[in-house]
């Protein structure tokens, strides 16, 4: 069985707006209601949980309601970072592969989550990248300095590994450096396999990123 564990507890202060943006109208439905309906097309029995803020626990059941959304899944309190939200997730979860979500990521296609669920079925993890269009420089003391671009990309989610792997991984304390799941799972002596993800996945973290995304839709 998969795990799905979608994110949602944050307050999306770089949105300002003060509705959190998970549950901001993208072409009339929640941001959070879209990704949870691509997860479970994706696999319609996969347990599913969804970390959202104490706060806005309420607000999410209403939503539930008003949009007669059916979808089981579990709630999870969130925690201060995306760490700890993960991390409450995970002591629950009970498939033998994990995919770890962002909620804000609406439009993730079926094929990058069946990749990602391949690649963490056949070699332990399964991260969705996508090259850098764009030049790259390294903030240095100096100024900044060029890097060679073709030896990064930029990384999405879902981010989906054995349940082993994950599990050991969040048994490591949080530190800033942590921006996802791959990195703990590589601070853990993971290896990280990388799969194609897609363009339209993109995080909505701005308000430019909701004209963004609804212009894919
Ligand atoms: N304590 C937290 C922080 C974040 N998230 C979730 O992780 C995803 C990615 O985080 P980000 O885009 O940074 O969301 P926010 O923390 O809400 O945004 P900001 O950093 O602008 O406040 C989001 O779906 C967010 O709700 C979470 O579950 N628990
Ligand atoms: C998990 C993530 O979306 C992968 O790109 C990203 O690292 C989240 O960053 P944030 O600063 O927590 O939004």
Known sequence: ??????????????????????????????????????FYEADPTAQIFITLPND?????????????????????????????SVNNALKKSTGTIIGVHDGVRPLVSLKTIKACIAGATQKGSGVPCLPAKESIRKITPE???????????????????????????????????????????????????????????IKITTPVDMKMAESFL
């Open 1 to 38: 069985m998969n795990t799905f564990i979608i994110t949602a507890g944050g307050i999306g202060k770089r949105m300002e707006s003060d509705l959190p943006k998970q549950f901001l109208l993208l072409k009339g439905k929640p941001v959070l209601l879209r990704t949870l309906e691509r």
């Open 56 to 84: 806005w626990i309420d607000y999410w059941n209403e939503l539930l309601s008003k949009y007669h959304c059916q979808i089981p899944h579990e709630i999870i309190a969130g925690g201060i970072e995306r760490y700890d």
């Open 143 to 201: 100024g900044s300095s060029s890097c060679i671009r073709r030896e990064y990309v930029l990384v999405q989610t879902p981010q989906c590994f054995s349940a082993e792997l994950l599990k050991k991984a969040y048994q490591l304390p949080y530190h800033s450096a942590i921006t996802d799941d791959a990195s703990l799972v590589e601070e853990s002596g993971g290896i990280i396999h990388l799969v194609e993800g897609n363009e339209e996945n």
